[in-house]
């Protein structure tokens, strides 16, 4: 995920096999005649990016075009990077909730041209290092970065070797990490989890266990209703303090997720655009979502069609005007 400053995205992701909408019972009072609805015989193709949040985002959106307009819904699983490249090439239509990116808005809006903003999604974006609450209630001082190098030690593992570890994600997450830590001149390593899942799993056994963990996360986050993470406080940031990868020495910024689009799906995409560019909710909205697909036992499609039943008048501001 994001920030002015980008760093690298893994590359060499391929498509995987494209998924269905199947969705079953929708908020609607009613079931139209699927020869009467403005999707039928056409496909949405809503990448994938690997967290939970944005599954929400792409399974709500997926639910109200195939049951609402008729449309077919693919779901491509791509890496960030990966998933602006289909822009070009047809292999995706839409970026559900895009984390700033400005490398690749660049490149794909600005330069290639072959995607365009389709509005924000209501979501408000924040990252930063946390630590579980019991460290930071027996030792709160550590809540300040100035204050980390003393601890460095207790957080040594197997990965970090002599230095403290400090635990990442998906590798594809766009972080300042690595940079933050040689700038700042902290005695950590950056080790990745390798998923959203694993790094929830270890702050959570950290929290269990009273281990001491440090690392990166985000919210919108459907965990931290469950295990309020304490975020340390990094110097402030200020705007363009990561314009550069390498020098970044600040916080991260507060991120305004938008949806990005190819611009042939801008422009002949009719109902299922303007539902795309409608799309907006809050972080509540997709915590309940996701915490459905995580802990409720629900697919992506089940969560999606309990949350349009419970919440009909706002996905229905999504459709186009009659």
Not at 2 to 15: S, T
Not at 180 to 190: A, Q, R, S, W
Not at 205 to 213: F, L, N, R, S, Y
Request: charged share 25%.
């Amino acid at each position: 995920m994001k920030y002015r400053k980008w760093a690298r995205l893994a590359a060499g992701a391929v498509m995987v096999s494209l998924v269905l909408a199947a969705c079953s019972g929708s908020g609607s009072s009613a079931e139209p005649d699927s020869g009467d609805m403005p999707g039928t015989g056409k496909t949405v193709k809503i990448a994938i990016n690997p967290w939970v949040g944005y599954e929400a985002d792409a399974a709500v959106v997926g639910h109200v075009l195939s049951e609402e307009l008729g449309y077919t819904v693919e779901y491509p699983n791509l890496k960030e990077e990966i998933a602006w490249q289909g822009f070009g090439s047809g292999d995706v239509d839409v970026v559900i909730e895009n984390w700033g990116h400005d490398d690749l808005k660049a490149k794909y809006i600005d330069g290639d041209k072959t995607a365009v903003l389709a509005g924000e999604t209501g979501n408000i974006g924040y990252i930063g290092w946390y630590v579980p609450p019991w460290l930071a209630a027996e030792h709160p001082d550590i809540l300040d970065w100035n204050n980390l190098n003393k601890y460095a030690q207790e957080f040594k593992t197997t990965e970090s070797g002599d230095k403290g570890q400090f635990l990442a994600g998906d590798p594809s997450f766009v972080t300042n990490d690595k940079a933050l830590v040689t700038n700042l001149n902290l005695d950590f390593e950056v080790v990745y989890s390798g998923s959203e899942a694993a790094l929830i799993e270890a702050f959570r056994t950290a929290e269990e266990q009273k281990q001491w963990v440090i690392g990166y996360f985000y919210e919108p986050q459907w965990f931290l209703a469950q295990v309020p993470l304490k975020k340390v406080a990094l110097p402030p940031y200020t705007d363009g303090c990561d314009a550069d990868p390498e020098k970044v020495a600040c916080d991260y910024p507060e991120y305004i997720l938008d949806k990005i689009v190819s611009k042939k799906f801008a422009d002949e995409g009719g109902a299922a655009y303007e539902v795309v560019r409608n799309f907006k909710w809050t972080n509540d909205d997709q915590n309940v979502v996701a915490d459905y697909i995580t802990n409720g036992g629900m697919t992506p499609e089940e969560a999606a069609a309990k949350w349009a039943a419970d919440n009909e008048a706002t996905w229905k501001t999504w459709l186009p005007a009659s």
